[in-house]
C-alpha cells in the first residue's frame, strides 16, 4: 500500500508539473462546459437530470479524448525514466502497485478539471432546478461513463505511443476513439463500434442509470450488440470498456518493458 500511495503521488505530481497535460485537458472541459450549457442537443431536455445525462455526452467525447491525448507519451517516458521510477522499480514493491499508481497517478491529475467542471454543472442545474436529481445523475455519469472511458482511451493511446512516434498515435488515437464513439452505422462503410456494447461513449449506462436519451446507447441500430437499454446492458457494456482499458494496459506495459529490457 505505501509503494502504491508513493507512486500515485510521484506520478500525479509528474503530471501535474507538465503543460502538456493542462493545454490539451483544461480548453477541452471548458469547452464541453460552454457546449453543455449552450448546445440544443442539451439544453432541449426539459428534465434537468436529463441535461445533465446529455451533457456526459459531450464530456465523454471531448474531455476523455483530451487526457488520452495528454497522456499518449507516459509509457513511453518510462522507458527512458531515471531517478525516482528506477528507485521505485528497485523497491520489494510489487508489479501491480507500482503499474497502478504509473496509471491512475497521471489519470488523477488530468481528469481533476474534468470532474472539477462536471460537477460545477451538475450543482448549478440542481440548484436552478430545486432538485439532487441532476447532480445524483453528474455523479453516476462520471463514475460509470467518463472515467471507464479515461482509463481505455489512456491505456490505448499509452500502448500506441510505445509502437510508433508520439504524433501519429495521437493521430490514430483520435481518428479510432471517434470511429468508436461518433460514426454511425448508418454512415459508415465499415463496420463500426459506434452505438454498440463495445463503445467507450457510455450510452448504455448514461441511458440507463443517468438519464440520458436512449439514443445515445444503440444509435437506432440493431443486432446483437445493439440491444436494447436495460441495466444488463448497461452493465456489460461498462464491463467490456474496463476490459478493454485492462487488456491496453497490460500489452502496453509489456510491450514498454520488453523495449527496456531490450535497450539495457
Known sequence: MT???????????MAARRKAVWAAVLPLALLSLLLAATSPVVTGHSDPAARCGAAAV????????GVGLALTDRLRRSLEARGMPELLTATPAGLLARTTGTLIGPLLTALAPVVGLFLLYGAV??????????????????????????LLVTAFAGLLGVLMPVAAARAVTVVVWLWALHFPPRFSPL?????????????YPLAAWAHAPQIWANRQGSGPLRPEVSDATALLNLALVLAMAAACYALGHLVARLRRHGAS
Open 3 to 13: 509503494a502504491l500511495l508513493v507512486t500515485l503521488r510521484y506520478e500525479a505530481l
Open 58 to 65: 459531450l464530456v465523454n467525447t471531448l474531455c476523455t479524448l
Open 125 to 150: 442545474i440542481s440548484v436552478t432546478a430545486g432538485s439532487a436529481a441532476p447532480l445524483a445523475s453528474t455523479v453516476i455519469a462520471l463514475v460509470v461513463a467518463v472515467l471507464p472511458a479515461a
Open 191 to 203: 463496420p463500426t463500434a459506434t452505438g454498440t456494447v463495445l463503445s467507450p461513449l457510455g450510452g
